[in-house]
């Protein structure tokens, strides 16, 4: 068998230092990593709210994440804060982890459906700890050894600076023995048979290696701009195609939270960091032009501003092949979806994995790389399927955009999934799609999918019953708030930024 001896990764910006990261600490020396990147070029500058999983990344490089958390400005984010999107004035939250708790064969939403058709239900938001945890301002970590409690389940994600993730993770590759090359990548050569042999450097310096790893931002200097690859564009489904970033300072409360609110032709994010605020307005230019993007971002931002807007053009979809004969494509390069669930990050972390789990040899088998593509393309549609349900499911009807949004043919795949929630309340995570079925029950309820019926089995339990159930969830989780720090002072006392 003949092994793998070099690897490129081309690009610097988070995918390629955490593929850098990752690769030099499992590998152990193994291989010979470099990375090249252009800091005239530089990076996309955005990226700064995650979802649970980043956590397993953190730990399998042996982050602390104290530690971590000073050197990003890091914040807790318990979940995301959806306003304006269902109607106009509604707004809830898509909180991560563990809803109530289940009862029999069922979910405890099934038991809720019930109890709020008979007006007996609080807000679903109360027998979540993450969401009432979040729309108190509260956070702590979750106490393992408080497994019977809801303090033992709290599922927490973070808001960081993504320059100083990246350059932290630089720090970690560098140390574990990756080679960082600076100058921009003026030309890659092709073999006769058509892989990746090297790629030419400004200076004239040619790089050879084995297995090249597209880090280089959305033009896919290899994947496309050699390989020809091919885009799949999903515009039709996901109409946002711009975005317009810009920090301002940091207001209070420091919510633990990422906030999404919707606007006429699109939605602006609010991302609360120790020594800033991120915002952005992600927005259709087929429905809005700059200056009124721009206009609608700065005046509602909730402090001071801080720097001039960064402006991005984006095209939603993905490549045709994330892994193209001995390139693998990651991050932005493989594709991009709009960070309305913050699910670029984890997209890229999932990617270096699934690498790793199907490492090639120098034959590069076609089953493996197929393998990694199949994986990869139902990972990035039951993501858009799921980003498609917060633009479909609304009453909006305020403007052309929303309209059109309301009135847009979906995937079939998404059909299916409404439908079923639609009639009794269900849904089944299929495979190991990203989001849950608490993720999903959230969403559908948030944007007004309320089923016709509850599972019929809620019935074994008498009403008596079934109101006592929710109705001790509720007072333990009101409680588990109650005693749970504040935000602010939890991230002061274990994590302050440096
Ligand atoms: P880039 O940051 O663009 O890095 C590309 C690298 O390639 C750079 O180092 C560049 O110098 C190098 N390069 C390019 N060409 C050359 C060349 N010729 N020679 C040498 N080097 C070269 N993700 C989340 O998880 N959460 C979020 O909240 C979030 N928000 C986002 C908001 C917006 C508006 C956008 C557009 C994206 C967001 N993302 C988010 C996605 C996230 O920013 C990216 O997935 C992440 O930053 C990875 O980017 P990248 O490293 O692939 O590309």
Not at 234 to 254: I, K, Q, S
Not at 390 to 413: L, N, Q, S, V
Not at 447 to 473: C, E, H, K, M, T
Request: aromatic share 10%.
């Amino acid at each position: 068998m003949r092994q793998l001896k070099r690897i490129l990764i081309v690009g610097g910006g988070s995918a390629g230092w955490m593929t850098a990261a990752l690769l030099a600490h499992l590998f152990q020396g193994l291989y010979e990593i470099t990375l090249v990147e252009s800091e005239q070029i530089g990076t996309i500058g955005v990226g700064e709210a995650t979802i649970p999983a980043i956590k397993k990344y953190n730990e399998l490089l042996g982050l602390d994440e104290n530690e971590f958390m000073c050197r990003t400005q890091g914040s807790f984010k318990l979940g995301i804060q959806f306003v304006d999107w269902w109607r106009r004035g509604e707004s809830y939250i898509h909180g991560f982890g563990v809803i109530g708790q289940d009862l029999g064969w069922l979910r405890c939403h099934q038991y809720w459906l019930k109890m709020r058709a008979a007006g007996k239900a609080s807000d679903f938001s109360a027998y979540s700890i993450n969401t009432a945890a979040a729309l108190a301002n509260k956070f702590m970590r979750a106490d393992p050894k408080l497994a019977e409690s809801p303090i033992g389940h709290i599922a927490h994600a973070f808001h960081f600076d993504a320059g100083l993730y990246a350059q932290f993770l630089r720090g970690h590759a560098e140390a574990r023995g990756v080679r960082r090359r600076e100058g921009k990548v003026a030309g890659v050569a092709l073999r006769a048979d058509g892989f990746v042999e090297s790629v030419t450097m400004e200076d004239g310096e040619v790089i050879a290696a084995d297995l090249f790893v597209d880090c280089s931002g959305f033009r896919g200097l290899v994947i496309e701009e050699a390989l020809k690859t091919g885009y799949e564009d999903w515009t039709h489904w996901l109409p946002c195609d711009r975005a317009m970033a810009v920090p301002c300072a940091r207001t209070e409360p420091f919510t633990p939270y990422t906030r999404a609110t919707a606007r006429a032709s699109g939605w602006q994010w609010r991302i609360p960091l120790q020594h800033r605020t991120g915002n952005g307005h992600v927005y259709a230019s087929r429905f809005i032009d700059d200056a009124e993007a721009e206009a609608q971002l700065l005046a509602n931002l909730d402090g001071a501003q801080l720097a001039e807007p960064n402006r991005i053009r984006f095209t939603t979809g993905k490549r045709r092949k994330t892994w193209n004969r001995n390139c693998v494509a990651i991050g932005l390069a493989a594709g991009f979806m709009e960070p309305l669930e913050s699910t670029s990050l984890y997209l890229i972390q999932s990617a270096i994995i699934r690498m790793v789990r199907l490492l090639p040899d120098a034959g590069f088998d076609p089953a493996t790389i197929a393998e990694f593509n199949r994986q990869t393309d139902f990972e990035y549609e039951r993501v858009r399927d799921f980003i498609i349900l917060h633009y479909k499911a609304t009453e909006r009807d305020d403007t052309p955009f929303w309209r059109h949004c309301r009135d847009m043919e979906i995937p079939g795949t998404l059909r299916r999934k409404i439908d079923l929630f639609a009639a009794n309340g269900r849904v089944f995570r299929e495979d190991d799609e990203l989001f849950t079925e608490e993720s999903w029950i959230q969403v559908f309820l948030g944007q007004g999918v309320i089923p016709r019926n509850y599972d019929p089995l809620v019935d074994i339990r008498s009403d008596v019953q079934v109101a006592q159930f929710l109705g001790n969830i509720e007072n333990v989780i009101g409680k588990c708030v109650a005693v749970m720090p504040g935000h602010a002072d939890y991230v002061a006392k274990t994590c302050p930024a440096t």
